[in-house]
């Protein structure tokens, strides 16, 4: 079983930055692929990024050039840097993780974190 818990979500200008992070326990985080997805009110939740147990990423369109996912094994964390930030960024997001798999469908992902708020204030 993994338990993931993000922080960071906030308040923040149009242009500005964010750091997300999700803390993951439990066993052999290293073999997860952990990605990041986001939900507004009344819409699917969405693709935003992945990271695979070998460090390739992938981005939503939305997002490249202006997001990037990290991850550090040895203290079983993945980071989501949020630069330029846009209102139609305004979003609950989530950590989610999934073993051996490369995926960008939400569904597909067995664990997820309860969400952490950001907003973009225009």
């Known amino acids: 079983q993994v338990q993931l818990v993000e922080s960071g979500g906030g308040l923040v200008q149009s242009g500005g930055s964010l750091r997300l992070s999700c803390a993951a326990s439990g066993r052999a985080f290293s073999r997860l692929a952990m990605g990041w997805f986001r939900q507004v009110p009344g819409k699917e939740r969405e693709f935003v990024a992945l990271?695979?147990?070998?460090?390739?990423?992938d981005y939503a369109d939305s997002v490249k050039g202006r997001f990037t996912i990290s991850r550090d094994n040895a203290k079983n964390t993945v980071s989501l840097q949020m630069n330029s930030l846009k209102p139609e960024d305004t979003a609950l997001y989530f950590c989610?993780?999934?073993?051996?798999?490369?995926?960008?469908?939400?569904?597909?992902?067995?664990?997820w974190g309860q969400g952490t708020q950001v907003t973009v204030s225009s």
């Open positions: 989610a993780g999934v073993y051996l798999r490369i995926i960008t469908a939400p569904q597909e992902y067995t664990y």
């Open positions: 990271i695979s147990w070998s460090d390739s990423t």
